[in-house]
């Protein structure tokens, strides 16, 4: 089995490591990932530059672009060989409900998807980052599950693991997305040039966040597995704006 490993945390960061560690006694993986953070760059494609490609001292290619350049370099024609699955992580930090929509670490799943391989965005749900083995173990018992039973199409799964031990895990819950209060306001500020900068503010709290929900998963130190679809048509309002533009 071939596994492409990218990420948005970049290419040094630790969760990469770990999980490539991890992944290889499964798989022959292959690490394509930023060269810096790229977090919230979500489904972004570099097209005004050409993109660099370089290999660090551990092996592991970097690239001067996101983490949707990374997937979309690596599958259609940097590897050599197809990989059998694209894995996105480990992330550092939740990536549920609304977050998904910016995420670069599920862009870069995303884009192994819409390419037709299937594909995981694997996030650490909080940023302590104590426990990415238990994400790491998560992952690879995705992969065996994938290995022994494949999927009868390509899909796109968002898991987020509790940042717990693993002998504290409750359990796996196949959850949807859950909701959150709109996001607090921008933060204003001076440089010491006195010149007005601003910070975007701190998402907000959850809102739908009930049984079923990836927040409540969580909350009951589950890990969620949330399946994603990139078909953005509302279908509810389609009769709609059919009427109100027939009036």
């Keep these: ?28 993986v292959t690490v394509v990932a930023p060269e810096r953070d790229r977090s919230g760059a979500s489904n972004s494609l570099t097209l005004d530059r050409p993109l660099s490609v370089r290999t660090s001292g551990n092996g592991f290619r970097f690239v001067n672009g996101t983490p949707t350049d990374c997937v979309h370099l690596a599958v259609t ?5 197809l990989p059998d699955m694209v894995i996105s992580g480990i992330n550092l930090g939740a990536n549920m409900g609304d977050d998904t929509i910016y995420s670069g670490t599920v862009a870069a799943a995303t884009e192994g998807y819409l390419l037709g391989i299937p594909s995981l965005a694997i996030s650490l749900a909080s940023k302590a980052g104590r426990h990415y083995d238990t994400a790491a173990r998560v992952t690879c018992e995705l992969v065996e599950r994938f290995q022994k039973r494949p999927p009868a199409e ?7 693991v509790p940042d717990i031990a693993y002998e504290s895990l409750k359990g796996f819950e196949v959850t949807r997305l859950g909701k959150r209060h709109k996001a607090e306001p921008v933060i204003k500020t001076q440089t010491p040039r006195n010149e007005t900068v601003y910070w975007v503010g701190a998402a907000g709290p959850a809102q739908d ?39």
């Design 1 to 28: 089995m071939r596994i492409l490993l990218s990420n948005d945390d970049g290419y040094f960061a630790p969760g990469i490591a770990i999980l490539a560690e991890a992944l290889a006694r499964l798989a022959s």
């Design 77 to 81: 024609g940097l590897l050599e060989e």
């Design 154 to 160: 390509a899909v796109l799964l968002n898991v987020n």
């Design 209 to 247: 966040a009930g049984p079923g929900t990836d927040f409540h998963a969580l909350a009951s130190d589950c890990v969620s597995l949330t399946p994603l679809q990139m078909d953005l048509t509302h279908q509810q309002q389609i009769a709609l704006v059919r009427a109100w533009m027939a009036q």
